[in-house]
């Protein structure tokens, strides 16, 4: 069933260089916001101490903050909202010797006279461990943009992979500039939305890619960015009722998920929505500029076919005993 019927080609690759050029702005927009403000790393990243308090009533803040001035430990401690009034959030930096004690009792004995509260959650990242965790988050996507600039190479061709992979770091970057923007706390969440929006991206414009495969090899005669309007067309359905369900599904997540999930939540929202931009202005306006090649295409397919029955042709002969 198609909810979004197309009777006729759109011509995408006609506002491809406007398309270029707001792709570049974006990108280069990410980059000096990220020079300017830096990201928020937060403990999982930077090492620290989380204590996550729930109170029956409204949370004192002020008298909190009084209150933790007297112990040492919560020195240079924030305090913020977690999600609604009553639950706040003390974010501290850790030393060594911070994590010999239980935090959690710390925590109780100071606030004491503050009103009734409960301790929910206490989170300890040393900074060597939080370094290590940033490295290996780097590195994981790193290592993953690799790994699908070898699958599509080898699945289509060289330029389909390069273009491919410079979607993907267009959409890792905007994001990032977008979580840098709104000075969003960068944690493990954050990271396993950045490898999300990776598999999301990728999974469009393979979709595309397929299917402007099969467009030049029964078009011909066609110019091909004629088969990538034609092919971009007739995913388009399927792209808008994806890319529509799952937007729904995050922004759900986004308003009524909690604070607790409200990083990756925005994130992702960034990210499929640039990822879906950037299957249609991006990665396939990258395979004209790239130089695609329709007709040495098509020699190449000859080739591969000729080598194909020439080893089907031996194999029959060594099977049937003639050489």
């Not at 393979?206 to 067309?233: C, L, N, P, Q």
Request: glycine share 8%.
């Amino acid at each position: 069933m198609e909810f979004f019927r197309y009777t006729k080609t759109l011509g995408f690759m006609g506002k491809s260089k406007l398309a270029m050029f707001f792709s570049i702005a974006l990108v280069l927009s990410s980059f000096a916001i990220l020079a300017v403000k830096g990201l928020n790393y937060g403990v999982d990243f930077a090492g620290g101490t989380i204590v996550q308090v729930k109170y029956t009533a409204t949370a004192p803040i002020d008298a909190m903050r009084e209150k933790l001035k007297s112990n040492e430990i919560f020195e240079g401690a924030s305090i913020t909202e977690f999600g609604s009034s009553d639950e706040v959030v003390i974010r501290m930096r850790t030393t060594t010797g911070d994590v010999v004690v239980d935090v959690g009792d710390v925590t109780r004995e100071t606030l004491k006279g503050t009103g009734d509260f409960e301790v929910r959650r206490v989170d300890i990242v040393g900074p060597k461990v939080g370094s290590e965790l940033k490295e290996k988050g780097i590195m994981s996507l790193v290592l993953a943009i690799a790994g699908i600039l070898v699958y599509v190479a080898f699945r289509f061709e060289w330029r389909f992979a390069l273009a491919s992979v410079l979607a993907l770091v267009h959409d890792i970057s905007i994001a990032i500039g977008a979580i840098a923007l709104v000075g969003l706390e960068v944690n493990l969440d954050v990271l396993a939305a950045l490898l999300t929006i990776l598999g999301y991206s990728l999974n469009d414009t393979i979709i595309v890619f397929d299917r402007i495969r099969e467009g030049t090899v029964k078009g011909r005669d066609e110019e091909f960015a004629e088969v990538i309007d034609d092919s971009i067309t007739n995913t388009l359905s399927r792209t808008t009722l994806t890319s529509l369900t799952t937007l729904f599904v995050v922004f759900t997540l986004f308003v009524w998920g909690g604070e607790i999930i409200h990083a990756f939540a925005f994130t992702l929202l960034v990210g499929i929505t640039i990822g879906t931009y950037s299957s249609i202005f991006v990665a396939s306006p990258m395979l004209l500029l790239l130089g695609f090649d329709v007709k040495q295409y098509h020699i190449n397919l000859a080739e591969k076919a000729r080598r194909e029955t020439e080893k089907d042709k031996m194999r029959a002969q060594f099977e049937s005993g003639v050489m």
